[in-house]
Nanobody
Framework: QMQLVESGGGLVQAGGSLRLSCTASRRTFSDHAVGWFRQAPGQEREFVSTIARNGRDTAYADSVKGRFTISRDNAKNTAYLQMNSLKPEDTAVYYC????????????????????WGQGTQVTVSS
């Protein structure tokens, strides 16, 4: 069983930056794709970004492309989401998720593709 813990959320002004971390409980993290999702009040959970287990293949939602960067450090069992130029519409609870995949698996964009989820971290962007 993989456990995930997100951190790094908080309150920031529009235009500011935050870096979210997702730390996994097992070294098998390196065999997992990682996704970031977010859910605003009254809205469905939506895809933000994902990184394949190879650390090279990534994908982003159009709404965050050019502002957010996903990365991973398998030696630390941790994935990151660097969020720059934040907007009030980025306000949400952010979740990381993982799924053990084969090396050639393309980026996973659907929440239903993931097996393990963290508890979420709140990001609030004030205008």
């Amino acid at each position: 069983q993989m456990q995930l813990v997100e951190s790094g959320g908080g309150l920031v002004q529009a235009g500011g930056s935050l870096r979210l971390s997702c730390t996994a409980s097992r070294r098998t993290f390196s065999d997992h794709a990682v996704g970031w999702f977010r859910q605003a009040p009254g809205q469905e959970r939506e895809f933000v970004s994902t990184i394949a287990r190879n650390g090279r293949d990534t994908a982003y939602a159009d709404s965050v492309k050019g502002r957010f960067t996903i990365s991973r450090d398998n030696a630390k069992n941790t994935a990151y989401l660097q969020m720059n130029s934040l907007k009030p519409e980025d306000t949400a609870v952010y979740y990381c998720a993982t799924k053990r995949t084969i090396l050639t698996m393309p980026p996973l964009l659907q929440a239903g593709s993931y097996d393990y989820w963290g508890q979420g971290t709140q990001v609030t962007v004030s205008s």
